[in-house]
T-cell receptor, first 118, second 114 residues
Framework: DAGITQSPRYKITETGRQVTLMCHQT?????MFWYRQDLGHGLRLIYY???????DKGEVPDGYVVSRSKTENFPLTLESATRSQTSVYFC?????????????????FGAGSRLTVL | LAKTTQPISMDSYEGQEVNITCSHN???????ITWYQQFPSQGPRFIIQ???TKVTNEVASLFIPADRKSSTLSLPRVSLSDTAVYYC???????????????FGKGTHLIIQP
């Protein structure tokens, strides 16, 4: 299916465990992003990537690791999950695309991954 | 990085026109203004984008004065389904990367009543 998909949609884990959230887009967009959303904080940028093998930190990168070996995938890993990382995580992509009809600086978001760390 | 200021919340009634204003006093010459809408349990969705004057699409209008220090998202004849959080972002096109224009803030929670 075309679009941007996140998996898993829901995840419960325990403190100290490693968790990877997956993000896959089919538009060959250059840019991909990870945000977290918590009540009272709005959306905060964790990491972003301008292209395969190019990543950069956002506002709240501590405790997270990203990689981008392929243009279409941008996994987010919590190497040792903490309760403060309980949140809803959104992946997004942007880039010139005849499929979406949107410009290069307009983000298209996935449905989100709700992570609970016990 | 141009910071934006929006009202935390607004409410209106079905059939009314709603205007949400965003202040961005430090907007740069190459910055665009982009608005997103977010429903509960969903990711934000692009509504409209503009650089100056007025932009209109099938969903909304965006008014930008000549000094570009603010912008107003106008939603005509709102319905209950327009209840959502609306975000204003200001930043450049991605010509060289960087996180400019990627800060969402807390947005404006619009509540439409019957």
């Amino acid at each position: 299916d075309a679009g941007i998909t996140q998996s898993p949609r829901y995840k419960i884990t325990e403190t100290g465990r490693q968790v990877t959230l997956m993000c896959h887009q089919t538009w060959s967009h250059s840019y991909m992003f990870w945000y977290r959303q918590d009540l009272g904080h709005g959306l905060r940028l964790i990491y972003y990537s301008a292209a395969a093998d190019i990543t950069d930190k956002g506002e709240v990168p501590d405790g997270y690791v990203v990689s981008r070996s392929k243009t279409e995938n941008f996994p987010l890993t919590l190497e040792s999950a903490t309760r403060s990382q309980t949140s809803v995580y959104f992946c997004a992509s942007s880039g010139l695309s005849s499929s979406t009809g949107l410009g290069a600086n307009v983000l298209t978001f996935g449905a989100g991954s709700r992570l609970t760390v016990l | 990085l141009a910071k934006t200021t929006q009202p935390i919340s607004m409410d209106s009634y079905e059939g009314q026109e709603v205007n949400i204003t965003c202040s961005h006093n430090n907007i740069a010459t190459n910055d665009y203004i982009t608005w997103y809408q977010q429903f509960p349990s969903q990711g934000p969705r692009f509504i409209i984008q503009g650089y100056k004057t007025k932009v209109t699409n099938e969903v909304a209008s965006l008014f930008i004065p000549a000094d570009r220090k603010s912008s107003t998202l106008s939603l005509p004849r709102v319905s209950l389904s327009d209840t959502a959080v609306y975000y204003c972002l200001v930043g450049p096109l991605y010509s060289g990367g960087g996180a400019d224009g990627l800060t969402f803030g807390k947005g404006t929670h619009l509540i439409i009543q019957p």
